[in-house]
């Protein structure tokens, strides 16, 4: 009569397929986690626009830095702040770029610098296409990648 259990292989076999499905549901939860930091950062940066926009309004200025709309020292969920520019002061030199290298905004620049943390200028350069932007005037909240493909 032969002993009852596993074989080496058979219990190699197991671990191999376990391996395997963990490796997937990781990956899956990684994929999710990083998509749901996205949207986080796109409904902040929606509501940092809504307030800098009231603000322009309503005092006839747009702020010059974030502090001043009430959001110093606000993180983006990759753990980085946000980025600001009054492009009415800066001028649009110094404002983020498309690929055919036109101001993404005309009032003011809002962004964060993505997973990264990289950034340029121009949505077109590597750094840049993970970056979640505004553009448009505010018509536009979400990835560089998405919005200069």
């Given at each position: 009569?032969?002993?009852?259990?596993?074989?080496?292989?058979?219990?190699m076999i197991?671990?191999?397929?376990?391996?395997?499905?963990?490796?997937?549901?990781?990956?899956?939860?990684?994929?999710?986690?990083?998509?749901?930091?996205q949207i986080?950062?796109?409904?902040?940066?929606?509501?940092?626009?809504?307030?800098?926009?009231?603000?322009?309004?309503?005092?006839?200025?747009?702020?010059?830095?974030?502090?001043?709309?009430?959001?110093?020292?606000?993180?983006?969920?990759?753990?980085?702040?946000?980025?600001?520019?009054?492009?009415?002061?800066?001028?649009?030199?110094?404002?983020?770029?498309?690929?055919?290298?036109?101001?993404?905004?005309?009032?003011?620049?809002?962004?964060?610098?993505?997973?990264?943390?990289?950034?340029?200028?121009?949505?077109?350069?590597?750094?840049?296409?993970?970056?979640?932007?505004?553009?448009?005037?505010?018509?536009?909240?979400?990835?560089?990648?998405?919005?200069?493909?």
């Amino acid at each position: 009569m032969r002993p009852r259990g596993f074989t080496l292989v058979e219990l190699m076999i197991v671990l191999a397929i376990g391996g395997l499905i963990a490796t997937i549901v990781v990956s899956a939860l990684q994929r999710h986690i990083e998509k749901s930091r996205q949207i986080q950062a796109i409904l902040d940066l929606k509501e940092m626009s809504e307030k800098i926009r009231q603000l322009d309004k309503s005092g006839g200025a747009l702020p010059a830095a974030l502090a001043d709309a009430g959001y110093g020292g606000k993180l983006d969920p990759w753990g980085r702040p946000y980025e600001y520019l009054d492009i009415r002061v800066a001028g649009t030199s110094q404002a983020r770029k498309d690929k055919k290298l036109k101001p993404l905004n005309s009032d003011f620049d809002l962004y964060s610098m993505g997973p990264d943390g990289l950034t340029n200028k121009s949505l077109v350069n590597a750094r840049s296409r993970d970056d979640v932007v505004r553009a448009r005037d505010g018509g536009f909240i979400g990835t560089a990648e998405e919005f200069d493909p």
